[in-house]
């Protein structure tokens, strides 16, 4: 069912993720490869390079298969794999992963996110955040607020998308239903699937169109209009 901008009415809850979503990647990823380059080369050190590939190849296959209470897995895998201790894995991720990124966030961050968030405040409409990532310290680095977030090491939660459980959390702790919820992403797979379980509708962030799914490139669109008035 395709989302319209007379469909505002019946929303209670805007669910966000968080990553690819709420800024754009591809310039983060270019500052973190050249840190990540001058690292290895100054410290003379591969194995962070190799830990974190690793760890965000298993902690995609671990979305993938649903497993429940990932965390200690993935780490004690990616440990096993790049033969160090889990111990050095939990710092190597806390460091690059979870701290370095923070301060280039806000310049990365879509145009057109404060007076949405706001808007949506204005209308009455909550505003949730479900990453699989820790998201409390991301969202104020790119200076943006919500009401409810949940995330996959959450330990009421122990799941990543696209398993609904994160989602179906959020929906209760907003006072909301999944009729009343709209979840935007930018991953079919994750982002629009978890909404599609929990029987919410989705709107994906993308510059190109996805097959069976309702896209918008810019957060200026006139879909969200009757929200920026």
């Given amino acids: 069912m395709t989302f319209g901008p007379a469909d505002w009415d019946g929303v209670r809850l805007v669910v966000f993720d968080v990553d690819g979503t709420l800024y754009r990647q591809r310039p983060l990823r270019i500052r973190m490869a050249r840190d990540l380059a001058l690292h290895a080369l100054t410290r003379l050190d591969l194995r962070t390079l190799a830990v974190l590939r690793r760890f965000r190849h298993l902690r995609e296959a671990l979305g993938e ?99 609904p459980r994160g989602l179906a959390t959020l929906i209760e702790r907003a006072y909301a239903t999944p009729a009343t919820t709209l979840m935007i992403g930018d991953r079919a797979e994750r982002d629009g699937l978890v909404a599609q379980q929990v029987g919410a509708r989705a709107l994906l962030r993308s510059s190109r169109p996805i097959a069976g799914w309702q896209t918008f490139a810019r957060f200026d669109d006139p879909l969200f209009a009757p929200m920026l008035v």
Wanted: charged share 25%; aromatic share 6%.
């Fill in 65 to 163: 298969a649903r497993v429940e209470g990932f965390a200690d897995r993935l780490v004690a895998e990616t440990a096993a794999a790049s033969g160090c201790t889990p111990g050095e894995v939990r710092a190597i991720v806390s460091r690059w992963i979870d701290r370095h990124p923070l301060p280039y966030l806000r310049r990365s961050r879509y145009a057109g996110l404060t007076d949405l968030f706001a808007g949506l405040r204005r209308h009455g409409k909550a505003i949730g955040v479900l990453s699989d990532y820790p998201a409390a310290a991301k969202l104020a680095a790119l200076e943006l607020a919500a009401d409810h977030i949940v995330t996959a090491d959450d330990p009421d939660i122990g799941v990543l998308k696209p398993h």
